[in-house]
T-cell receptor, first 116, second 113 residues
Framework: GAVVSQHPSWVICKSGTSVKIECRSL??????MFWYRQFPKQSLMLMAT?????????EQGVEKDKFLINHASLTLSTLTVTSAHPEDSSFYIC????????????FGSGTQLSVL | GDSVTQMEGPVTLSEEAFLTINCTYT??????LFWYVQYPGEGLQLLLK?????DKGSNKGFEATYRKETTSFHLEKGSVQVSDSAVYFC????????????FGKGTMLLVSP
């Protein structure tokens, strides 16, 4: 089946540094990719929708200057957490949509970010 | 807004036990309902879905029936296996207008031999 590769799977960084997370669709082209965040014992919360070649659409309450999303090609989207702080520590998950139906989303395995 | 509530885990069962993971939802209109499963070290993958009231989704021995009157979509399996150990997410998607998936918090299932 379709595979979405997400890297790194976990990262520890110092407060104030930036971290980049990559999401690649390995065997299909994804016109749309989504980025989610999950805090412990909470739901997956949609952060932003990323469309290839255009600016990402952020959900209410998500700082676009802090969470930079780039979807430069049909197989790669990146999320950069800029000037990370401990409250940004969370589990980040990407998903890719090969077509128009949300239920055919393919998910990456997630990235656990810990900011010290 | 839309929301999905599912039982807190972990749910711990012995092999061949009966499984129920409860899921209820709040949404306007008539959403489609889904169960996703995340095995250790892997991404979420669609397990089953139902798009209208009284529909039953089924896959790999798992079933869930769309109950409009109780706004529920409980996941069941008659006899779990160790390989079913994973995190299960209930989700909904509104069928009108632009809508992305709304997820529950996830329920971890641990099955012991």
């Amino acid at each position: 089946g379709a595979v979405v590769s997400q890297h790194p799977s976990w990262v520890i960084c110092k407060s104030g540094t930036s971290v980049k997370i990559e999401c690649r669709s390995l065997d299909f082209q994804a016109t749309t990719m989504f980025w989610y965040r999950q805090f412990p014992k909470q739901s997956l919360m949609l952060m932003a929708t990323s469309n290839e070649g255009s600016k990402a659409t952020y959900e209410q309450g998500v700082e676009k200057d802090k969470f930079l999303i780039n979807h430069a090609s049909l197989t790669l989207s990146t999320l950069t957490v800029t000037s990370a702080h401990p409250e940004d520590s969370s589990f980040y998950i990407c998903s890719a949509l090969p077509g128009q139906e949300d239920e055919k989303l393919f998910f990456g395995s997630g990235t656990q970010l810990s900011v010290l | 807004g839309d929301s999905v509530t599912q039982m807190e885990g972990p749910v711990t069962l012995s092999e061949e036990a009966f499984l129920t993971i409860n899921c209820t939802y709040t949404a306007t209109g008539y959403p489609s309902l889904f169960w996703y499963v995340q095995y250790p070290g892997e991404g979420l993958q669609l397990l089953l879905k139902a798009t209208k009231a009284d529909d039953k989704g089924s896959n790999k021995g798992f079933e869930a029936t769309y109950r409009k009157e109780t706004t529920s979509f409980h996941l069941e399996k008659g006899s779990v296996q160790v390989s079913d150990s994973a995190v299960y997410f209930c989700a909904l998607k509104r069928n009108s207008g632009y809508s992305t998936l709304t997820f529950g918090k996830g329920t971890m299932l641990l099955v012991s031999p």
